[in-house]
């Protein structure tokens, strides 16, 4: 069994670890990470714990992600400058099912090491709130409770009892799957330690138990900024919210300090790769090999090898050599994402059925021209691509046959200026 201590640790992932948690982790355990159903989708924000996950389970142990159903519904102050949206059940229980199709694209859930996924809500749902403060909260003192991070950063802005007892019910959590499922580890970002240990001490405190926690670095990029958002928001795993394409660029724009870190946090590469790829990236920054690496490795993962496919080629259309017979490949909705904010036109179906002169189609049809005259000149000196084709014939004719998706056609004046046509 390779150390999971030590493997967090060489990828830079690793923030705390409670005493002893080497010492447990010699043997296969199980341990869980906890995922609030806020959406029905994961982010990037999200990644290093699905991560975490992974590298659990490849170093022989069983993870176990559990779906915060009931937790979701009180919210967790952790991080957080104001009190959460409250989800009701048929919600949460939509977002739990998108979450596993997601999570089950990093972790197996077969084999005898085998991913486990719980939702606390089917363990809170029957749960008395009399029964709860008898048999549970006696055992946390508000002064134990009060003297958490998380809640005195609220104090002040105002914190509801509702989320006051997140920790408690998350420290729960831990018993239970401590009772029921053999689970002596939580692990999480650095920002849930004071969640974590108040479950160590419910099991400690109720079970004369012992268990451990491991928490990992609250990732920021080199600028400062937070890692996983672009102005727009959230990058998501679901391509609904974020299309493959703009996944895979938001990897491809990594700075070149950004991608040495995160080739080793967000890949499965063992560290013997990774050393070679960044002494690779170090001696031909230019060639930017890991932002490559990260952006095809990744959105395979997320999304498939067929969208990977797809967003290589829709980068190529804007900043590399894509062919005509690689753009038939794009999908219309590919396509427009990547001519998103490009001037477009519209010309009619029936002028293209006749064909339409390519000195008339750019200055008459439409206005990439301002005159014939421009267009010629432009033309016969090798500037005018239509579909990443050059075109150098005044005399040539653009059809239906040339449509893109049946409807589109693509020009490219120069070499940074493109244009949409439409039918």
């Given at each position: 069994m390779k150390s999971f201590i030590d493997e967090l640790t060489w990828r830079g992932m690793l923030f705390d670890k409670m005493p002893g948690t080497d010492e447990f982790l010699i043997l296969p355990q199980s341990g869980y990470i906890g995922f609030d159903p806020t959406a029905d989708s994961l982010h990037l924000g999200h990644m290093v714990q699905i991560m975490t996950l992974l590298h659990f389970q490849q170093c022989g142990h069983k993870p176990i992600a559990l779906i915060g159903g009931a937790t979701g519904m009180v919210g967790d102050p952790s991080g957080k400058s104001e009190e959460r949206s409250l989800l009701d059940e048929d919600t949460i229980r939509h977002n739990a099912a998108a979450i596993k199709q997601q999570l089950q694209k990093f972790i197996d859930f077969s084999g005898s090491n085998g991913a486990l996924l719980?939702?606390?809500?089917?363990?809170?749902?029957?749960?008395?709130?009399l029964d709860f403060i008898r048999e549970v909260g006696k055992h946390i003192t508000i002064s134990y409770m009060m003297a958490k991070e998380s809640v005195q950063k609220r104090m002040a802005a105002g914190l509801s009892f509702t989320e006051f007892t997140y920790q408690l019910i998350q420290g729960y959590d831990f018993l239970y799957l401590y009772r029921n499922h053999g689970c002596r580890l939580q692990m999480g970002g650095s920002d849930q330690w004071g969640n974590i240990t108040t479950g160590t001490e419910l099991i400690r405190r109720m079970d004369g138990g012992e268990a451990f926690a491991v928490t990992t670095q609250l990732i920021k990029k080199a600028d400062g900024t937070k890692f996983g958002k672009t102005e727009s928001g959230n990058v998501w795993l679901d391509p609904v919210r974020t299309s493959p394409y703009k996944f895979?660029?938001?990897?491809?724009?990594?700075?070149?300090?950004?991608?040495?870190?995160?080739?080793?946090?967000?890949t499965g590469k063992i560290k013997e790769e990774c050393e070679e790829l960044i002494s690779k990236h170090r001696q031909q920054p230019h060639l930017r090999i890991l932002q490559k690496v990260l952006a095809e490795e990744i959105t395979a993962r997320v999304h498939s090898e067929q969208d990977l496919k797809q967003a290589v080629e829709a980068s190529n259309i804007l900043f590399g050599n894509a062919t005509a017979k690689n753009i038939r490949y794009l999908d219309e909705a590919m396509l427009l994402e990547v001519m998103e904010g490009v001037p477009k036109f519209a010309i009619n179906r029936n002028d293209l059925h006749q064909g339409i002169n390519i000195v008339d189609l750019l200055a008459v049809h439409t206005a990439v021209f301002p005159s014939k005259a421009e267009a010629r000149k432009m033309i016969t000196s090798g500037g005018v691509s239509v579909n990443k084709e050059k075109v150098n014939d005044v005399a040539c004719a653009i059809t239906a046959n040339d449509l893109i998706s049946n409807k589109y056609v693509l020009i490219q004046k120069g070499k940074k200026n493109f244009f949409l046509l439409h039918t």
């Open positions: 719980v939702n606390n809500f089917d363990w809170f749902k029957d749960v008395k709130l895979y660029q938001f990897w491809l724009n990594t700075s070149d300090e950004d991608a040495v870190a995160f080739i080793k946090i967000f």
